[in-house]
């Protein structure tokens, strides 16, 4: 007669060979709770793999979207800065037109309001001054001839450094000969540039230093 230690091993030994013959497709019909004693409705056997699957999918599908995504971000400042180029260039041409014209309403839209400039002696003026001295002829020019425009952005700011052939008078003195000039703009909430400073600087000759 056998022991109750061997008809338990036989018992196990029984169940492992039906185990084997039936194989891993009958896994879902075996009791749900394992030898570590923990619940589990999903073989562990079959767990990670569809994990791994799923993650894999996800990351595929994040680097498709950023593949997709990233052109078109690029593509967007540049059509932007074409546009506001050609903004500040009408707007330096607005600026020569207003000054030989002495139109001071023009001027006026230029202007933001808190403009301020520097005067090639060095004195500062504010947009109120220079209304004024647009507006009584303290400043005039007969002649503004730039070249060797540049324009660079700065996110919202943009810089003009020019050369200019100019004469004129100003509230200070007649003025002529060739000055470098630097404006910058700044664009408001509103996407609209408005010209916040000025400075102007006589270009020295050779000779000039010897005097």
């Excluded at 799923?54 to 680097?63: A, D, I, K, N, Q």
Aim: glycine residues 6%; proline residues 4%; contains cysteine.
């Amino acid at each position: 007669m056998a022991t109750p230690f061997e008809l338990w091993m036989d018992r196990r030994t029984r169940t492992t060979e039906a185990r084997n013959r039936r194989g891993t497709s009958d896994l879902r019909n075996v009791d749900p709770r394992n030898d570590s004693g923990l619940l589990s409705l999903t073989p562990m056997g079959m767990w990670k793999p569809t994990l791994r699957v799923e993650w894999m999918g996800r990351l595929t599908l994040g680097v498709l979207l950023l593949a997709a995504t990233v052109p078109l971000r690029a593509g967007v400042p540049h059509t932007d800065r074409r546009e506001d180029r050609h903004t500040i260039n009408r707007m330096e041409d607005a600026w020569r037109d207003a000054l030989l014209n002495a139109n001071t309403t023009k001027m006026e839209s230029l202007l933001a309001d808190d403009y301020m400039a520097i005067t090639p002696n060095g004195t500062l003026q504010s947009k109120e001054q220079t209304i004024a001295n647009l507006k009584s002829g303290l400043l005039h020019f007969d002649r503004i001839e730039v070249t060797d425009r540049k324009v660079k952005f700065y996110g919202s700011t943009a810089l003009v450094r020019c050369r200019a052939e100019v004469s004129g008078k100003t509230a200070e003195g007649q003025i002529s000969g060739s000055y470098r000039y630097t404006r910058v703009y700044v664009q408001d909430a509103k996407k609209s540039w408005r010209i916040v400073s000025f400075e102007a600087n006589r270009i020295r000759e050779p000779e000039d230093h010897n005097k």
